[in-house]
């Protein structure tokens, strides 16, 4: 190690004793609060770069809400977020598994730098946030509301306050002005509180942004600096938004003279301007709470292996694999080189769980390149139609949903480009 390294990890050390708070819960957060943030991208039409979205039977068919709430070590809810997000869009091509390994290797060699990163997020890491950065940031923006009028009121109560200096029965006036505005102001917060609400998660997130970067090696956090930057403005202008006292005094007065209005619409303009780059902060940040949670799976896991993986012709060889969310499964091994699989036994003899274990270990290979046992693959697209009921509404009979089910399988699989071999369970 060289001295400059050296002495990088001896400081994030000496960090990581000085913090005196303990370290938040890891885990936890609902699965349905996990997915907002990419059921909102998958409205827009955004797809991560070198990934593809998994359709929503084979989520289902596969049970992956019960298997990420099986990996989940997340910190905060936008750690999750991002987890689950690489969950239902796997990596397509290397170089992007690649470059996660590379983070993950480095969290895995320094464990001290993984509770550095943890600790420094703790101020988010409130689940009943999870809603308000993905409608803030993914979602369109609600009408803005009649800012003229606000400024007429403003003004008007600032040009009576300077009247009044000469001529004090104009005071009369001012108070009146003064408790309209607080009135107006009441009316517009109630109709903009969640706006309000997420744009102070937004100045805890980027405050956050900026004491992770500050610890960590360059390789990690590329280009965040830049970034946080250009939104060191926007920054300032939220705080404006969280400034307390314990008389209340300047709330009152942000009321009366409208600033909070001033300020919010200020805030919401320059989030329009700056919402690809937001984006990009609030998603470096939650993979690299992922990134944590998946240095902290391998280490909390032996049966967690670095999966082999490589392009060509399908092809599987797993030894002792698992299911993540059996507890004390037996691992089974599975060699399929251009062949396919025909399972058969008796009800309740493990077949579903079988034929699940090898495509939610596919799935984790290339999402957090971490699989139950040794996995030595090509990549896939992993499609799965194993659940289906009758669908009384349509009249459809159990047999006639799952033979059109299939149908739908085997009309995806002729669709979609045939850039990777598809796997079907």
């Known amino acids: 190690m060289r001295p400059a390294e050296l002495g990088g990890a001896v400081r994030r050390l000496f960090l990581m004793l000085r913090s005196r708070p303990g370290l938040p819960r890891a885990g936890g957060l609902d699965p349905a609060d996990a997915r907002r943030l990419a059921d909102a991208e998958r409205a827009l039409g955004l797809t991560p770069p070198g990934c593809?979205?998994?359709?929503?039977?084979t989520v289902d068919d596969l049970d992956l809400p019960l298997v990420f709430a099986t990996i989940d070590r997340t910190t905060t809810p936008t750690g999750a977020q991002a987890l689950w997000r690489w969950l239902v869009a796997p990596a397509h091509q290397l170089d992007v598994l690649?470059?996660?390994?590379?983070h993950l290797g480095r969290f895995a060699a320094e464990p001290a730098l993984s509770l550095i990163v943890r600790r420094d997020l703790r101020k988010t890491a409130v689940a009943s946030n999870a809603p308000h950065l993905p409608r803030l940031l993914w979602e369109p923006a609600p009408q803005p509301l009649?800012?003229?009028?606000?400024?007429?009121?403003?003004?008007?109560?600032?040009?009576a306050a300077v009247v009044a200096i000469w001529y004090p029965i104009v005071v009369l006036a001012v108070l009146v002005l003064?408790?309209?505005?607080?009135?107006?102001?009441?009316?517009?917060?109630?109709?903009?509180?969640?706006?309000?609400?997420?744009?102070?998660?937004?100045?805890?997130?980027?405050?956050?942004?900026?004491?992770v970067s500050a610890h960590l090696p360059p390789t990690l956090c590329a280009g965040v600096a830049e970034d946080l930057a250009a939104v060191r403005r926007l920054r300032k202008r939220i705080t404006v938004l969280t400034v307390r006292d314990p008389l209340e005094i300047s709330s009152m007065l942000r009321?009366?003279?409208?600033?909070?209005?001033?300020?919010?619409?200020?805030?919401m303009t320059t989030l329009e301007r700056e919402r690809d780059r937001l984006r990009r902060l609030v998603l470096w940040l939650g993979e690299l709470d992922a990134l944590v949670a998946v240095a902290t799976?391998?280490?909390?896991?032996?049966?967690?292996?670095?999966?082999?993986?490589?392009?060509?012709?399908?092809?599987?060889?797993?030894?002792?694999?698992?299911?993540?969310?059996?507890p004390d499964a037996?691992?089974?091994?599975?060699?399929?080189?251009?062949?396919?699989?025909?399972?058969?036994g008796s009800n309740m003899s493990g077949k579903s769980t079988f034929l699940r274990t090898i495509a939610?270990?596919?799935?984790?290979?290339?999402?957090?390149?971490?699989?139950?046992?040794?996995?030595?693959?090509?990549?896939?697209?992993?499609?799965?139609?194993?659940?289906?009921?009758?669908?009384?509404?349509?009249?459809?009979?159990?047999?006639?949903?799952?033979?059109?089910?299939?149908?739908?399988?085997?009309?995806?699989?002729?669709?979609?480009?045939?850039?990777?071999p598809a796997l079907l369970a």
């Open 52 to 57: 593809a979205w998994l359709d929503e039977r």
């Open 98 to 102: 690649a470059a996660r390994e590379q």
């Open 360 to 420: 939610v270990n596919a799935i984790c290979a290339q999402s957090i390149h971490t699989t139950f046992g040794r996995w030595r693959a090509s990549m896939f697209r992993v499609r799965a139609v194993m659940r289906t009921t009758d669908d009384t509404a349509a009249g459809a009979s159990r047999y006639a949903v799952e033979v059109a089910a299939i149908g739908e399988l085997v009309a995806a699989v002729s669709r979609e480009e045939a850039t990777l």
């Open 146 to 159: 009649p800012i003229a009028w606000f400024a007429i009121l403003a003004s008007a109560l600032v040009a």
């Open 330 to 344: 037996i691992g089974n091994d599975l060699e399929l080189v251009g062949q396919s699989l025909l399972v058969t």
């Open 297 to 326: 799976l391998r280490a909390d896991r032996t049966d967690t292996r670095v999966p082999e993986l490589g392009v060509g012709a399908p092809r599987i060889v797993a030894l002792d694999l698992a299911h993540p969310a059996v």
């Open 255 to 267: 009321a009366g003279f409208l600033v909070r209005l001033f300020v919010l619409r200020n805030c």
């Open 178 to 211: 003064f408790a309209t505005n607080v009135v107006v102001d009441d009316w517009a917060n109630l109709k903009l509180a969640h706006q309000a609400h997420a744009l102070e998660i937004l100045g805890e997130v980027l405050a956050d942004a900026q004491r």
